[in-house]
């Protein structure tokens, strides 16, 4: 999936948000699983504070995210108080003594998640609000950063839930005896 950003990657951990959730980072494993995937390295320690503050992390970039207005909203406030804390928990590059640095790769949960919570202050100090986006496929909830020239993307991926949607466009037109799209 192609969110445009390593925090909107965090908030798609929650599949379908609406109706029966499903918390795709629910154990020490797929929080592993997930970090390798978005590409901070691996093995991380995955203790339960560490998950715990990860999702917490993840619900607060989903509000910030989702917000239309910020200023006197006590939810928002708090968000933002969740990412800024977080943030500050980066631990900085290391020399070793085989003269390389010790990279994110080999942090600990406090420096991943910190990773997360700049990703997120950047996105979210950069982007207008409307370029953050909820995908248009129905079941989908994944958020994306809406980067096209025409600012007018729908979907999270095409490959997935823009393809969906057209197949589904396709049949009812089939099942309705609409002809179908193109040259005949």
Not at 10 to 35: F, P, Y
């Amino acid at each position: 999936m192609s969110t445009g950003a390593l925090a909107l990657s965090l908030v798609a951990t929650v599949h379908q948000r609406r109706g029966a959730a499903t918390d795709l980072i629910s154990t020490a494993d797929e929080v592993a699983a997930w970090c390798e995937e978005v590409g901070l390295g691996g093995p991380h320690p995955t203790s339960g504070p560490m998950q715990t503050r990860l999702r917490e992390l993840r619900e607060a970039i989903h509000r910030l995210a989702t917000s239309p207005e910020w200023t006197g909203d006590e939810a928002v406030l708090s968000a933002i108080d969740v990412l800024n804390e977080a943030a500050t928990r980066l631990a900085p590059p290391e020399l070793t003594s085989e003269r390389s640095v010790r990279t994110i790769a080999d942090a600990d949960g406090a420096t991943v998640i910190a990773a997360i919570a700049l990703d997120a202050i950047e996105l979210l100090s950069t982007c207008s609000p409307n370029q953050i986006r909820e995908c248009a496929n129905e079941p989908c909830t994944s958020l994306f950063v809406d980067r096209s020239q025409a600012g007018r993307r729908r979907w999270c991926s095409m490959r997935t839930c823009g393809n969906r949607a057209h197949v589904a466009a396709h049949r009812r037109r089939r099942a309705s005896g609409e002809p179908p799209d193109g040259p005949t």
